[in-house]
């Protein structure tokens, strides 16, 4: 899967010197209030995200190669569980509850040993 962009979870101490960074360095900013969003002149954003369940991603993250870099990622688990509990929220758009319950499938479809952390009816409607 690809996208174009970037989840970023950054320590709660530093988020103000990130945002002061990305600024400098040219991004637009647009503050909301689970997370902070930049855009510079590419095609590539990135979402700084403040929300408490993210909180020990970086502790489970992993090391990818991304674009020929390596860097630490979110774990699968960590990112299925991401994308349950949003489709799970009921006051999202049904678009992107939609596009969330197609993110669960693909990841389903690559790591199949995943299967077990999805709840039962969630797997239904991957069924139908």
Not at 25 to 30: R, S
Not at 43 to 60: A, W
């Amino acid at each position: 899967m690809t996208t174009n962009h970037v989840d970023l979870v950054i320590a709660s101490e530093k988020v103000e010197e990130a945002a002061e960074l990305f600024k400098l360095v040219g991004f637009a900013e647009k503050r909301l209030p689970q997370s902070y969003h930049y855009r510079g002149s590419s095609n590539v954003s990135f979402q700084v995200i403040k929300e408490k369940m993210f909180l020990d991603y970086p502790r489970r993250a992993v090391p990818a190669r991304v674009q020929g870099i390596v860097v630490k990622v979110a774990s699968l688990e960590d990112i299925l569980h991401r994308k349950v509990a949003t489709f799970s929220d009921s006051e999202r758009r049904r678009s992107k509850r939609l596009k969330d319950l197609s993110d669960i499938s693909r990841l389903l479809e690559a790591h199949p040993h995943l299967q077990p952390l999805i709840p039962e009816s969630i797997a239904s409607r991957l069924e139908q």
